[in-house]
């Protein structure tokens, strides 16, 4: 099983993404998903975002982390 983890978008640059999981910034690829925008909130695995969290809700990706924990 693969465990993906939200983020949330906070910059968008050349196909990467800088984004904030739970304190935490990364930069991962954003080249699997269009249309991503800075506040988005996308699902992580392996580098890559590689799925947006529909509506872009932080508290959907609020109950996934305390889910995960």
Known sequence: MCVG???KVTA???GMAVVDATG???TVTAELLDDLQPG???MIHAGA???KITGGDE???DEIMEALK
């Open 5 to 7: 983890l939200p983020a």
């Open 12 to 14: 968008l640059k050349d």
């Open 24 to 26: 935490a910034k990364r």
């Open 40 to 42: 988005d909130y996308v």
């Open 49 to 51: 975002a590689i799925a």
């Open 59 to 61: 508290e959907e990706a």
